[in-house]
């Protein structure tokens, strides 16, 4: 019998993009897997006018409650409301904010949209995204020794969606694709600053992404050398060989998620150092 899902409303509200409180909704959301959240995202709540079309709008469809409002007056009024309303509410960042507080010694300064900031750290992200587009499917490859890493794999292997992820994360990263027969760039060889990853996955992985690449593609969905599974354990066989010559990392990426594949490359950038 197909597993049901029992759907619930979750109601987010920030004082800014709210991409925190989405975040955070979907890490816990994804624990219960029998339930489904139905989404209602109210970014940029900084009124009480505001506020209470927000509060209005939770009444009609009773749910969770998670919020991000730095001002004292509008997260005070969210609590009593949904008090009063009966439906659970948690300030996300408060219990946070109150153990930084303590353990620092200073008085939280109650930012609206600190996080984005335009400072330093915002404008690195934007170069580090310039640099990864600029460097996807093995693009630019004069200037790879100014990236901070190079991701290398045959098609399929989520290199780039993978850089993109560094990238938000303020990472130079550049894509090159592997193909049995083509040779890679010299410019990677004598590249000296970049950590050099190879991407892999199982082969019934790669050809079931790429059958769906295909039939996207509107291909005549026949058999061919680009999902073929003989084919796939070739390229992955030449990778493997070609990684092993050079003694650069390789991080199997079939069972894992995208952050969890940059977060094993950053980890491998810092024991690099």
Known sequence: MENRKNFFHLHLISDSTGETLISAGRAVSAQFGGHEPIEHVYPLIRSRKQLLT??????DAPGIVLYTVVNEELSA???????DMGV??????EPVAAVFQSYLGTTLQRRVGAQH??????FARIEALNFTMEHDDGQMPETYDEADIVILGISRTSKTPTCV?????????????????VALPDSLYSAEKPLIVCLIASTGRISQVREYREFGAGGD??????T???VIAEELKYARSLAARNDWPIIDVTRRSIEETAAA???LKHQRG
Do not use: F, Q, T, W
Request: aromatic share 6%.
């Open 88 to 93: 659970p509410s948690v300030n996300v960042l």
């Open 265 to 267: 490359i950053l980890a």
């Open 117 to 122: 900031s335009l400072n330093e750290d915002y």
């Open 165 to 181: 992820y560094l990238a938000n994360r303020g990472v130079k990263a550049a894509n090159i694709p592997i193909v049995p027969g």
């Open 54 to 59: 927000v509060l209005r709008a939770i009444d």
């Open 221 to 226: 969905h026949g058999k061919s050398d680009y």
């Open 228 to 230: 073929d599974r003989a």
């Open 77 to 83: 009024l969210i609590h009593e409301m949904c008090r």
